[in-house]
T-cell receptor
Framework: KAGVTQTPRYLIKTRGQQVTLSCSPI?????VSWYQQTPGQGLQFLFE???????NKGNFPGRFSGRQFSNSRSEMNVSTLELGDSALYLC??????????FGPGTRLTVT | TQLLEQSPQFLSIQEGENLTVYCNSS?????LQWYRQEPGEGPVLLVT?????EVKKLKRLTFQFGDARKDSSLHITAAQTGDTGLYLC???????????FGKGMKLTVNP
């Protein structure tokens, strides 16, 4: 079974721009969660989607948004990028219940 | 305030030494998980503990969940260079799918 894939793996953007990150979950998994990882704050939960509906949301500003498609693939979007948005963005998928499997992440650098 | 406090935050040891990393909280959790993350990769689940007082062993790794389900420890016996990585504890509260992570313990095992 193929693992969770995230694209792109690396991204450099300028302040004020927007960015879209993509996540393809493991086949058959319907839940996709997104996390932001920084050296200062560690791993922080952004949101979770299940069957195209946002099921949980973390404490991030409205500039961070996401969506899930009917094939369970998910995208997250960050608008009006700030320097502090530089981070590793991780996606994790799971079946209805059980273990979360993480992708390798997208390293976003905002200059 | 971090919901899950991990200690130590950094540890550099020689191959063959033993170590323990702690994960503490003032909150009660329904389950607690330990992950290991290598550079450039997403976290990989090592174990999930759900019962207070539970002890689980995975080869040279021993995991313990506190009786009150507020804390946990990970003990590594005879560390190897391949154990190098970031060790993260994570927990979910109640029936939520949202995982809260500690900031992690960065372990370096020197040959």
């Amino acid at each position: 079974k193929a693992g969770v894939t995230q694209t792109p793996r690396y991204l450099i953007k300028t302040r004020g721009q927007q960015v879209t990150l993509s996540c393809s979950p493991i086949s058959g998994h319907r839940s996709v969660s997104w996390y932001q990882q920084t050296p200062g704050q560690g791993l922080q939960f952004l949101f979770e989607y299940f069957s195209e509906t946002q099921r949980n949301k973390g404490n991030f500003p409205g500039r961070f948004s996401g969506r899930q498609f009917s094939n369970s693939r998910s995208e997250m979007n960050v608008s009006t990028l700030e320097l502090g948005d530089s981070a590793l963005y991780l996606c994790a998928s799971r079946a209805v219940w059980g273990e979360q499997y993480f992708g390798p992440g997208t390293r976003l650098t905002v200059t | 305030t971090q919901l899950l406090e991990q200690s130590p935050q950094f540890l550099s040891i020689q191959e063959g030494e033993n170590l323990t990393v702690y994960c503490n909280s003032s909150s009660v959790f329904s389950s607690l998980q330990w992950y290991r993350q290598e550079p450039g990769e997403g976290p990989v689940l090592l174990v999930t503990v759900v019962t207070g007082g539970e002890v689980k062993k995975l080869k040279r790794l021993t995991f313990q969940f506190g009786d009150a389900r507020k804390d946990s420890s990970l003990h590594i016996t005879a560390a190897q260079t391949g154990d190098t990585g970031l060790y993260l504890c994570a927990a979910s509260q109640g029936g939520s799918e949202k995982l809260v992570f500690g900031k992690g313990m960065k372990l370096t095992v020197n040959p």
